[in-house]
């Protein structure tokens, strides 16, 4: 075993000391400053040559204890907080949130909520799975498609800005409903979008999923099976791309999922391509509940009566939602005050981390940029 | 076969190689389609929509005149402490002593822009304004006072 | 597989545990010595609980609570687990071999509230540093330099 | 017609006139390396700009365009930048390797031009041997960036430059064969020669097929031998951070970088002389009246036109493709390209014999 000082110092006396002794091995860390963990995340990584023998995930970086800080938040104030985590699926935090809060106060949601609800969620899946796309890429040495990727999500942040007021951390989602109705413009643009997204998806298929060299990077790399995936607790397109059945959206229909037509993307190879191809599948998922729903949005109400002061009864409540990354919990413990005695988020990336050791070890270290570029790490959603 | 797996295999990886070139190189040839903006100079004709949330302004009317009450709706709902009410009491003519606003403090290094504060105002009083070109070189001057200098509260308003 | 079924089952297994069905799902309430062999059970008869989707810990004040999320990917009913712990030296049996998902949340839960899990492979702080004092998620926990008070 | 050799006869005669012989060399000397080190600065600014303007358009942007017109003068001020900066040394490292390392880079990178027929008769040093010195030289360029990689005392450093070592050394290989196939061709190692062979084609033509495999073998195995995407294992900037040169900042840093491109330009340089004609412009059978025009144009025009579409054609890989894994790397080389090469080899010196190309 090496001591913690041999840990945090890259720079130890001379590399051949830096190594472990007499086993030829040696300590890297990757990160708290690496291009490829995508933020601060540190993985303390121990090598054979080019193979991974060991790892280790240091977290923290950016922990804000949002867990400590929502307990002295109101249910209105707190679900603000929740864009910070996930940032990339906001406004399905945000959801989330407000619906473990409608889930306490028995709240009707207007149909028109609802709906507006579901659109913006798969707006937002389709901007952070765009994102991840380039950023994939990019992990792979590959820098145009991150652009690529960017211009077509910036079509949708700019839906966004216009109707929620922001561009990445919204707040748009109130318990009882949304803050307020959508822009006129909203439906026209989505539906600008949508041209736009398949138009360009072919693109993508040429410059990456295609490639040799691509498909080479990500085939059997990162296997994972089935029952580890369940065993490691992985959610979403992670879970998915094992051929686990994970997607709330099927499972526990909330809002009007089960009223769409949508299929839930199953891979079964378990390696990174799989995840990968779970990942650009999902888009073209979330454009047919979209297309389903953008001319159907039902007249009435954008957000239901609520009280000034929102106060929960004693007692637990969990809702579970599917985020960009996979399954989103919150769970409320209420003391039937104004706010909540103990909040817990059950952050997709936490669970899906814990299976990277798992995943990597006995490959390459480039095989590590790919199995964790699958995994779509946002680190603040594990630091929380 | 062996040879025709091997030469098969090439034939694909070079033919998926040079789609992806062709990807590359037709933007390489379409500079229309390039989409930067070069910021300081597009200020002009930015387009920013008018629920972009920059920060939260005060509305005042040509009287110099505001809708706020001084009720503290907004402080409570503020869930970082941004913003702090200071009020005064007036005196009305026939002397009766009334509550208004003295100070609307606001707290810009604060804000996280989440529009609770105006969601909450029952005057409408608050706005969020577009402006997002905040930084400045000391941070005092991130505090701002956003009732203006001589300005009183809109006739009517309770 | 219902909540009825669970519930006589574990009447069964565990007569001294106490049942609340009140909320969504079947929350049961047991001894921390319990625990180990009943995860055992959970996990291993044909009850088949192979998913542990959430685990953490509530401080009450007065002791503790871990509560466990558990389901099934087979039947996808779901259980909650529930043990007090002594707030003072707060111990539970570690339950990261049999879903392996709980050796980090167990590492947070031990970081953030000091819960002791016996036989975790690696119990270690996980997010703050280790020369870290105190357990920042109980309710008593004070931090003079860095916490704002509003 | 403008000509460069006009230009240095002109001199010669000029110098031989008015000093005696030992002064003249000396100062022709003096005058070359003058020259090589203002082909080099230029060089590094042009190509620079060029790889990030390339690079922008490719990805949807317009690059670097507040400094000057267009955005010219980014790579002088970037420049200017990195010679104002600290060049640090980081405390472990082995301080004479570490400083050594950027120039060992460089002065291989100078020596390869001195082969290089810039344009008709305008040649540093027509050496008989000229192909076989570039092969030499330039594969001395990875004792340098294993210097800079254990030098360093740092483990990305150590793991990038590691990974150089190995591909330098297995891509020299395949370089070397597709060079041997035009040699095989001309029957010559001297540069001039080659170039003097394609006054009625191209060997990329005149070779058929075999000397276009080789041609593409050659710009696959350069591309990874100066260590650029997809084969930049060395610096693998989302794997080891930024390689054999994480450590090194400041002028230091500027060398390397400069080297590369340098590096760039001589491989293509030798790519555009041995398949592409070099500086001899491009001929269409019996048309004469568009052979005519063609020789119109300068002939140190048609090289540096010639390298810089090969530059361009490795800097548009490098913004199309991922990078490779290093087993992967090996792989390419050992189960394809070299196998390939050698079989090609083969049915260009059956070629050569029966005299079969144009």
């Known amino acids: 075993m090496y001591t913690e000082t041999q840990i945090v110092h890259n720079n130890t ?213 089935a029952e580890d995936a369940i065993s490691f607790g992985c959610t979403g397109p992670v879970a998915r791309g094992s051929g686990v059945k994970s997607d709330i959206r099927k499972l526990f229909p909330y809002e009007v999922y089960d009223k769409v037509e949508f299929d839930e993307i199953l891979e079964t190879e378990g390696d990174s391509f799989a995840r990968y191809m779970v990942r650009i599948r999902e888009m073209h998922q979330s454009v047919r509940i979209i297309e389903q729903l953008i001319d159907n949005i039902p007249e009435g109400d954008f957000q239901a009566k609520t009280k000034a002061v929102l106060k929960l009864p004693k007692g637990e409540f969990y809702t579970r939602v599917e985020t960009a990354r996979g399954e989103l919990g919150v769970y409320i413990v209420s003391e039937g005050g104004t706010t909540p005695y103990r909040i817990k988020f059950r952050s997709p990336g936490f669970s899906n981390l814990s299976a990277l050791e798992h995943m990597v070890v006995g490959s390459k270290l480039g095989d590590l940029m790919a199995t964790m570029g699958t995994l779509d790490l946002v680190i603040p959603d594990i630091d929380r | 076969m062996f040879i025709k797996e091997y030469i098969s295999d090439i034939y694909h990886a070079v033919k998926s190689l040079l789609t992806g070139m062709k990807t590359t190189g037709g933007y390489f040839i379409r500079p229309g389609e390039i989409i930067t903006q070069q910021y300081p100079e597009n200020r002009a004709d930015l387009n920013l929509s008018e629920r972009f949330r920059g920060e939260v302004v005060m509305i005042h009317d040509e009287n110099n005149e505001h809708a706020c009450t001084g009720c503290t709706a907004c402080e409570l709902a503020c869930p970082n402490a941004t913003i702090k009410i200071i009020t005064k009491f007036d005196v009305s003519p026939d002397g009766k002593k009334k509550k208004a606003l003295d100070t609307f403090v606001y707290h810009l290094e604060l804000c996280t822009m989440c529009n609770l504060c105006v969601e909450a105002c029952p005057t409408d009083a608050i706005k969020m304004a577009q402006n997002f070109e905040h930084s400045v070189y000391d941070r005092s001057k991130l505090t701002k006072k956003l009732n203006q200098p001589g300005s009183k509260i809109r006739e009517g308003v309770e | 597989m219902t909540k009825e079924y669970f519930r006589e089952y574990f009447t069964a297994l565990l007569p001294t545990a106490s049942f609340d069905e009140s909320g969504e799902w079947l929350n049961v309430q047991i001894q921390p010595e319990q625990w180990r062999s009943f995860a055992l059970e959970l996990r291993q008869s044909e009850l088949n609980f192979n998913y542990l989707f959430c685990l953490t810990c509530i401080d009450w004040k007065t002791h503790l609570t871990m509560v466990y999320h558990l389901s099934s990917t087979v039947h996808r009913q779901t259980v909650v687990i529930k043990a007090n712990l002594n707030r003072d030296s707060p111990e539970i049996e570690t339950v990261s071999d049999l879903w392996r998902t709980a050796e980090f949340h167990e590492r947070e839960v031990y970081d953030l509230f000091g819960v002791k899990f016996l036989n975790h492979p690696d119990l270690r702080r996980l997010i703050l540093e280790d020369d870290f004092s105190g357990y920042p998620l109980r309710k008593d926990f004070e931090d003079p330099i860095n916490m704002i008070k509003l | 017609m403008f000509s460069l050799e006009g230009l240095t006869n002109s001199l010669q005669q000029w110098l031989n006139a008015h000093f005696s012989s030992t002064w003249v060399l000396v100062i022709e000397s003096l005058l070359v390396i003058l020259l090589a080190i203002t082909l080099f600065a230029i060089l590094g600014l042009v190509l620079v700009l060029m790889e990030r303007k390339v690079a922008a358009h490719m990805q949807i942007r317009l690059g670097p365009n507040r400094v000057g017109p267009m955005g010219m003068f980014q790579t002088t001020a970037d420049t200017l930048k990195l010679i104002m900066k600290e060049g640090l040394t980081p405390d472990g490292a082995d301080k004479f390797l570490f400083n050594l390392a950027p120039f060992v880079v460089m002065i291989v990178a100078m020596l390869l031009l001195a082969p290089i027929p810039f344009a008709q008769n305008f040649q540093i040093w027509d050496i008989n041997i000229g192909v076989l010195f570039v092969s030499a030289v330039s594969s001395i360029s990875v004792i340098g960036i294993l210097m800079a990689g254990w030098a360093s005392n740092n483990k990305y450093s150590l793991l990038g430059a590691m990974r150089s070592g190995a591909q330098i050394v297995s891509y020299e290989l395949s370089a070397g064969l597709s060079i041997i196939t035009i040699v095989v061709l001309t029957g010559s190692l001297q540069l001039s020669d080659i170039v003097s062979s394609q006054q009625n084609g191209w060997w990329i033509f005149k070779g058929h097929i075999p000397a276009f495999i080789a041609f593409v073998i050659f710009i696959i195995a350069v591309t990874a031998e100066t260590n650029r995407a997809p084969f930049d294992m060395a610096e693998a900037e989302s794997e080891l951070t930024a390689g054999f040169h994480t450590e090194y900042s400041g002028m230091k840093f500027a060398l390397f970088f400069l080297a590369e491109y340098i590096n760039i330009f001589i491989v293509c340089a030798i790519g555009a002389t041995l398949f592409l004609g070099g500086w001899m412009p491009l001929h269409i059978g019996n048309l004469e009246g568009f052979n005519h025009i063609m020789d119109y144009i300068p002939s140190s025009v048609w090289f540096f036109g010639k390298v810089f579409f090969l530059i361009f054609l490795i800097m548009w890989f490098r913004w199309t493709f991922p990078r490779l894994r290093i087993d992967q790397l090996l792989n390419l080389e050992w189960k394809y390209l070299l196998p390939i090469s050698m079989l090609n080899l083969l049915l260009v010196t059956i070629m050569a014999i029966m005299g079969w190309h144009f």
Request: aromatic letters at 8%; proline letters at 4%.
């Open chain 1, 13 to 225: 006396k001379t590399t051949v000391d830096g190594a472990l002794d007499g086993t030829g091995e040696m300590v890297i860390n990757v990160g708290p400053q690496h291009p490829a963990t995508h933020g601060v995340l540190h993985l303390v990584i121990t090598l054979n040559g080019e193979t991974i023998k060991k790892l280790e995930p240091h977290l923290g970086y950016i922990h804000r204890s949002i867990e400590k800080m929502c307990e002295s938040l109101s249910y209105r104030q707190f679900i603000y907080v929740t864009s910070r985590m996930d940032y990339l699926s906001s406004h399905i935090n945000n959801h989330a949130c407000a619906l473990t809060v409608e889930k306490g106060l028995q709240l009707e949601i207007p149909p028109r909520a609802q709906v507006i609800r579901v659109l913006m969620d798969e707006l937002t899946r389709i901007a952070s799975h765009e994102l991840w796309w380039g950023a994939m890429a990019m992990d792979l040495g590959a820098f145009t498609p991150f652009f690529y990727a960017f211009r077509e999500r910036e079509t949708i942040t700019d839906i966004m800005e216009e109707t929620c007021g922001a561009r990445l951390t919204m707040n748009y989602m109130v318990p009882g409903g949304v803050m307020y109705d959508i822009h006129p413009n909203f439906q026209r643009r989505v539906k600008d979008f949508i041209t736009l997204f398949k138009s360009k998806i072919d693109e993508y298929n040429d410059l990456v999923t295609g490639n040799i060299i691509f498909q080479n990077r990500m085939k059997g790399v990162g296997k994972l099976s």
